[in-house]
């Protein structure tokens, strides 16, 4: 999620990936104890990269993640299949950014019957094409 800006971009959005605690228990001497929940903050990357997670909001979703690999299922494109896990889902699960997926998924959906191209195989150029027409927001902050 600290990537903001990807290839291939169809979307972005932006939401701080919160949790509900599992379970919360009264300590004995007042206050209360969370278990489950997680406060994403700073952290390192495998390359060794810092990151301040609260100043990475905003991401972008690539047109390859809504996608199987090309050879699996060639003409399925799914705009809730972007995350594996719960935390991951946390952070895009709001309407707004849904909506804009869905709204990337419906033009690959549309270039791929004009062109009779199966979506795993479309072209960005094509698909971006579009978005753009279509006015498509694809970038809170335009790649350099």
Not at 101 to 128: D, F, N
């Amino acid at each position: 999620m600290y990537q903001v800006n990807w290839p291939e971009q169809i979307a972005f959005g932006g939401y701080f990936a919160d949790s509900k605690a599992k379970t919360q228990f009264a300590k004995p001497a007042g206050g209360s104890l969370r278990e489950g929940a997680y406060g994403p903050g700073h952290f390192v990357t495998e390359d060794g990269a810092e990151v301040d997670f609260e100043g990475s909001v905003y991401f972008g979703i690539p047109m390859g993640a809504v996608v199987p690999p090309e050879g699996e299922c060639d003409n399925l494109a799914v705009c809730w299949g972007i995350s594996a896990t719960a935390m991951g889902f946390a952070a895009i699960r709001l309407e707004p950014f849904l909506n804009a997926v869905a709204t990337g998924v419906g033009h690959m959906a549309v270039e791929s019957l004009v062109s009779g191209t199966p979506i795993a195989r479309l072209s960005y150029g094509a698909v971006r094409a579009r978005l753009d027409a279509a006015g498509a927001l694809l970038y809170r902050y335009q790649p350099t």
